[in-house]
């Protein structure tokens, strides 16, 4: 299964998050891909990380609560082994992130 929203389509550490449990975005991460996830997590729970975390695209503490709100709403829960969500970003979390944004975005399209 391929990534489907603008914001995550294409990028290869999303499609390597989407498959491969060695993929996960986990707190202390860094990079354009946080950013992405930040964006994402800002347009889709009303959830604004640290500006100090944003500035450098940094999965900070702010940023790793908001993820665990994010997927603590949505039930986002790996039931084989967990019995309460977690704050990182992995199948699961990137699966729904992308298929919520992807709505999002083509709202945005027609609202433009």
């Known amino acids: 299964m391929a990534l489907i929203s603008k914001l995550f389509k294409g990028d290869r ?3 390597r998050c989407l498959v491969n449990d060695g993929g996960h975005i986990t707190p202390g991460s860094k990079g354009f891909h946080v950013a992405k996830i930040q964006d994402a997590l800002m347009k889709l729970e009303g959830v604004f990380p ?11 503490p702010t940023t790793a609560k908001a993820v665990l709100s994010y997927k603590t709403k949505r039930r986002i829960i790996n039931t ?18 992308d298929a919520e944004m992807a709505v999002y975005e083509s709202r945005q399209r027609l609202v433009n």
Do not use: C, L, W
Request: net charge neutral; proline share 3%; aromatic share 12%.
């Open 13 to 15: 550490i999303f499609e």
């Open 50 to 60: 640290s500006r100090a975390e944003r500035d450098v695209a940094f999965y900070g």
């Open 80 to 97: 084989t082994y967990q019995h309460a969500p977690d704050n990182i970003v992995g199948k699961m979390t990137i699966k729904a992130m």
